[in-house]
């Protein structure tokens, strides 16, 4: 069984800054994609950040120049640090993953299970 679970989110005013990390566990052979995605009340889920199995990283216009999407690979986790964050950012961050858990298997797309950033003065 494979989980991915987020951490991070919080209270933080405008300016302020946040670290989100997801971390995936359970019986994982590799990862490719990973993403964050974000949902404000009455919107549409939206891709925030993705960030391939080799490091490479692309931005919604919405947070470019002050988002960063990391990751470790050896903890199978992905980080999104947010900085110079807005009141529009609010919104429940969601991570995904496109993993596959033994030799064979092929990739699927895991979700985790939400973490709310609200900013606010």
């Known amino acids: 069984q494979v989980q991915l679970v987020e951490s991070g989110g919080g209270l933080v005013q405008p300016g302020g800054s946040l670290r989100l990390s997801c971390a995936a566990s359970?019986?994982?052979?590799?990862?490719?994609?990973m993403r964050w995605y974000r949902q404000a009340p009455g919107k549409e889920r939206e891709l925030v950040a993705v960030?391939?199995?080799?490091?490479?990283?692309n931005y919604a216009d919405s947070v470019k120049g002050r988002f960063i999407i990391s990751r470790d690979n050896a903890k199978n986790t992905v980080y999104l640090q947010m900085n110079s964050l807005k009141p529009e950012d609010t919104a429940v961050y969601y991570c995904?993953?496109?993993?596959?858990?033994?030799?064979?298997?092929?990739?699927?797309?895991?979700w985790g299970q939400g973490t709310q950033v609200t900013v606010s003065s």
């Open positions: 995904n993953a496109d993993l596959r858990r033994y030799y064979g298997d092929s990739y699927n797309t895991y």
């Open positions: 359970g019986s994982i052979r590799s990862i490719n994609g």
């Open positions: 960030i391939t199995s080799g490091g490479t990283s």
